[in-house]
């Protein structure tokens, strides 16, 4: 049985204009000149370039929500709202870098050679035939990105037979395997670690710590890994200096041969977001906006507009095709102010952190890093939470002492006996200290470091150091023993 009954909800929606400007604010400015072009080749009513006697000074745009113009699809039109030069023209604001500042050059983008071309390159070389190349080509295929070849062999056989046609065996594969395994770099194709590893010692000398190196990875590979090295010195009986050059040895072989430490990967450099210069003791803030070209609304359909009011509004194909217009021009009006709105929250943003971490920006130690979370700047700049965190999440500072991405800064406090908080970055340098300084023989537990950090004054639990220790990418003690 059907009911009408009158219910009443309260709900919130964004607007177009706040979903575009969210999706402006969140992305890098590497990336904004490439949404820039898809924006300009989309809409022909947004155009490139500067109006005359336009300026860089910009009305402060504040707030958390973009306010945009709601009059999208009236009849009447007035043609100064969308030619204001003052308000619309340009949206670089007052601390953009311009002009022929050094800074401004584009950065460089090193490429290499990938590691499968390498490899294929070194195939060609082989006397192989067809169904060999064949075979040889699956299997650099299947390499992984750390260099490894992780599939069962009977799978790529499989793939052999049903993509290519090409009927092999097991013995055949690892025939092919085997030569590409002698390949540069080093201990490429290899199923496991350990494998791996005795593929870059059998490339060395075979003198007696090379052959004691190879016997610990064949037979005490186990122990290996658990640092029992006196379980290792008992069954080999060899001398603690003689372990000592063999486990110095396997230490320093590159267990990811296809990783970025073979040199064949394509590199990305950094681009900042805001540049942080230090003036004479005062920090001086600019946004890095080589990658945002001016823009401004085409003078081609303003000029419609003024057919339009000079013409007979009863024409209905007239009133169809300045509507499409009116369309174009909302849509370029509200893209320009959203990226002025971008701009100055990422301004604002940036000029809140630099003021917290004031002290940190000037001497560059990181132990001044004072505890601030997303709430902290959200605060103080009036703004979202999520506003923050989408700046905090996919831009970087450069400044003196290098390029940091923003959420670097933010950190949770830690209790100290004097009653003041500490960053939780500060306790974790100084963990890292402790543990840099300790004997390698016999390392600090996590009981320990704990006792050390309370006698520093730091308020932390043992499971706290366990913590800080994993996201510093520290072992256990046991695994940072030493001979």
Not at 19 to 46: D, H
Not at 453 to 461: F, Q, T, V
């Amino acid at each position: 049985m059907q009911r009408l009954d009158l219910r009443q909800l309260l709900s919130q929606k964004l607007s177009p204009q706040q979903i575009q400007f969210i999706k402006l604010l969140q992305i890098p400015t590497v990336e904004l000149e490439a949404r820039i072009k898809e924006e300009m080749e989309i809409n022909p009513a947004l155009e490139e370039g500067r109006e005359e006697g336009d300026t860089d000074n910009f009305d402060d745009t504040s707030g958390d929500d973009y306010e945009g113009d709601d009059d999208y699809g009236n009849d009447d039109v007035d043609i100064k709202d969308y030619i204001n030069e003052d308000e619309i023209s340009g949206y670089k604001m007052q601390g953009d870098r311009g002009g022929d500042d050094e800074d401004d050059r584009e950065m460089p983008i090193a490429v290499t050679t990938s590691l499968t071309d390498n490899l294929l390159d070194q195939l060609g070389f082989l006397n192989l035939d067809d169904k060999q190349y064949a075979i040889g080509m699956q299997l650099i295929g299947s390499i992984d990105s750390d260099g490894y070849i992780r599939r069962e062999l009977s799978s790529i056989a499989n793939d052999l037979a049903f993509s290519q046609n090409i009927e092999t065996s097991e013995e055949e594969i690892e025939l092919v395997l085997q030569m590409i395994q002698t390949f540069d770099p080093a201990g490429i194709a290899a199923r496991d670690l350990p494998e791996c590893l005795l593929l870059q010692l059998m490339r060395r000398e075979q003198d007696s710590t090379t052959r004691l190196a190879e016997r610990i990875i064949s037979d005490a590979f186990d122990e290996f890994t658990k640092k029992h090295y006196h379980k290792i010195q008992a069954r080999f009986g060899v001398s603690d200096a003689a372990l000592k050059e063999a486990v110095d040895l396997i230490i320093k072989l590159n267990p990811k041969p296809g990783g970025a430490g073979a040199g064949m990967t394509r590199v990305q450099y950094i681009i900042p977001d805001f540049i942080l210069t230090n003036e004479n003791g005062q920090l001086q803030l600019s946004l890095n906006s080589r990658n945002a070209p001016d823009l401004r609304i085409s003078r081609s359909y303003a000029d419609m507009f003024d057919a339009y009011e000079k013409s007979d509004k009863k024409d209905k194909k007239l009133k169809e095709t300045v509507t499409f217009v009116k369309q174009k021009l909302d849509a370029a009006k509200w893209f320009i102010d959203a990226i002025r709105q971008r701009q100055n929250t990422l301004l604002r943003t940036m000029e809140s952190i630099i003021k917290y971490q004031h002290e940190f920006f000037v001497e560059g130690d990181e132990s001044l890093l004072r505890p601030m979370i997303l709430k902290d700047i959200a605060e103080d700049i009036g703004m979202d939470i999520s506003t923050v965190s989408r700046v905090a999440n996919s831009k970087a500072v450069q400044t003196e002492f290098g390029i940091y991405p923003l959420k670097y800064f933010f950190s949770e406090g830690i209790a100290t006996d004097s009653g003041e908080d500490a960053s939780s970055r500060e306790v974790k340098h100084i963990l890292k200290e402790i543990i840099d300084k300790e004997s390698k023989r016999k390392p600090l537990s996590d009981e320990k470091i704990e006792k050390m950090l309370n006698d520093k004054g730091y308020n932390i639990a043992r499971r706290t150091v366990a913590k800080y220790r994993e996201q510093l990418n520290i072992p256990v003690a046991r695994l940072r023993k030493e001979l």
